[in-house]
Nanobody
């Protein structure tokens, strides 16, 4: 099992920044991808960004609406994945979840952290 704990959410004005953290513990092995998702009220959960280790580098992917504003990164030594969010917009308001996936496709989710952007 992998336990994930997100933090860093909060209330921010439009144009502001937040950095989310997702700390993993437990049986952390054979992880093939780590990602951030979000779910706004009345909407489906959507992928925001993910990062896939590929040897000595990482491959990042972003949904179009956050490209140029959000950056996903990881710190292997701390078993942590970050989401730096800049130029926040009211439409970024949602609960943000991190998800880690093993090579056998087992997926683990955190409990979520609320991000609210006021206009």
């Amino acid at each position: 099992q992998v336990q994930l704990v997100e933090s860093g959410g909060g209330l921010v004005q439009a144009g502001g920044s937040l950095r989310l953290s997702c700390v993993a513990s437990g049986s952390i092995f054979s992880i093939t991808s780590m990602g951030w998702y979000r779910q706004a009220p009345g909407k489906q959960r959507e992928l925001v960004a993910d990062i896939t280790p590929a040897g000595s580098v990482s491959i990042m992917h972003y949904t179009d609406s956050v490209k140029g504003r959000f950056t996903i990164s990881r710190d292997n030594a701390k078993n942590t994945v970050y989401l730096q969010m800049n130029s926040l917009k009211p439409e970024d308001t949602a609960v943000y979840y991190c998800k880690w996936v093993r090579s056998n496709r087992d997926a683990y989710w955190g409990q979520g952290t609320q991000v609210t952007v006021s206009s």
